[in-house]
């Protein structure tokens, strides 16, 4: 099993649409997680740092499972602009002893907002 | 204007020949980081630095070197011992220890694209 799995897509929704993002992780000692975003050829740029249950920022809003191991990422009245690779990303080496942390990205999930 | 720099945007070379890839940030952060990104796959961690002068291996650090020598700069050379240095780099860097490891935010800087031939 991958240490974080996404549905890779593409997600083709119409502009006004919502649309939902899974993601699945394995290391159940994971102590945050974080969504990025990615457009093409681009790096890849923070959207939302998950550190409890959840977390919403306008039209974002993540969800946070830690009992299944599982985090959204809702996206509602989508954009053209909000079309680019969703990256689910897991904190899996942090501690509070020192240790560096360690993220483990998801390969990512492709969005296309329409007219 | 705070954030990190990574320099040249795209860089070619001949096989057999070793090359360093700049990233400089001024965003004070005491921690930086090198992946790789290939095609369909997510992000890979090649070398990673908690602080000045020290730094550790990643998931795949084999034909890759390392140097930190200053908080600002973490350049990484991709040495000819790299079977498939063809791909894309990215330098990132976060507060590290000082903002708790465990809610340890990284911000990534614009890349270097890297072909080889």
Known sequence: RKEVEQDPGPFNVPEGATVAFNC???????????????????????????????????????????????????????????????????????????????????????????? | DGGITQSPKYLFRKEGQNVTLSCEQNLNHDAMYWYRQDPGQGLRLIYYSQIVNDFQKGDIAEGYSVSREKKESFPLTVTSAQKNPTAFYLCASSFGLAGGWGYDEQYFGPGTRLTVT
């Open chain 1, 24 to 115: 699945t992780y394995s290391n159940s000692a994971s102590q945050s997680f974080f969504w990025y975003r990615q457009d093409c050829r681009k790096e890849p740029k923070l959207l939302m740092s998950v550190y409890s249950s959840g977390n919403e920022d306008g039209r974002f809003t993540a969800q946070l499972n830690r009992a299944s191991q599982y985090i959204s990422l809702l996206i509602r009245d989508s954009k053209l602009s909000d079309s680019a690779t969703y990256l689910c990303v897991v904190n899996t080496g942090a501690s509070y002893t020192g240790t560096a942390s360690k993220l483990t990205f998801g390969t990512g999930t492709r969005l296309q907002v329409t007219l």
